[in-house]
């Protein structure tokens, strides 16, 4: 009887955290200074890029979360998930084109910069660089953009570390252990 107590307990404290934790992303805004908290208009640079190794390297057609690279009603965008988390959802003001964040690259780190995702070669060199407007649809989740980069961050890439980084000083006291 005890330990089915304990049990019974154990489990409704496990949803506790995960109700808060999904109300903490459900409300979030970005944590940086790159765009006010809660800004819904973000001027970037945007470049763009497609699915071949060319772009996209080992992870060709893939995107950073395990999905594939998406064009459509929702396009994929790669960006520093320290200044926009992952699953955050944009407007590109000029194009009226909505893209989500599903994906980085050690370019957009530290840079408020966005890279979109294109279905062919000659859509990217007509896009070139260009500097935008981003209308931020929903910001993601810093908290989700942690739990995935973390481990990740003992490779190699000193992008993913400085986006760890970042992320845990933003969150601060906010931060949690995963």
């Known amino acids: 009887m005890k330990k089915n107590t304990i049990s019974c307990v154990a489990r409704l404290g496990l949803v506790a955290l995960a109700v808060m ?17 809660g800004a819904k208009i973000v ?9 071949g190794s060319q772009c996209n390297g080992a992870w060709a057609k893939r995107n ?26 944009f ?7 909505v893209y989500q964040v599903d994906d980085y690259g050690s370019a957009m780190v530290g840079k408020n910069k966005v890279d979109l995702y294109m ?8 896009w070139g660089v ?19 980069l973390r481990p990740r961050a003992k490779s190699r890439n000193g992008h993913i570390r400085r986006m760890v980084q970042q992320l845990e000083a933003k969150l601060g006291s906010r931060n949690f252990a995963g």
């Open 21 to 37: 934790v999904l109300c903490v992303c459900a409300n979030a805004t970005p944590h940086d200074g790159s765009a006010a908290q």
């Open 43 to 51: 001027p970037v640079k945007a470049t763009a890029y497609s699915y």
């Open 64 to 89: 950073a979360i395990g999905g594939k690279l998406r064009t459509g009603e929702v396009n994929s965008a790669a960006a520093d998930w320290s200044r926009f988390p992952v699953g955050t959802k």
């Open 91 to 97: 407007r590109v003001v000029e194009t009226g084109k």
């Open 119 to 126: 279905p062919n070669y000659r859509q990217v060199d007509r």
């Open 130 to 148: 260009r500097n935008v407007t981003l209308e931020i649809v929903e910001w993601g989740c810093p908290e989700k953009s942690l739990s995935i």
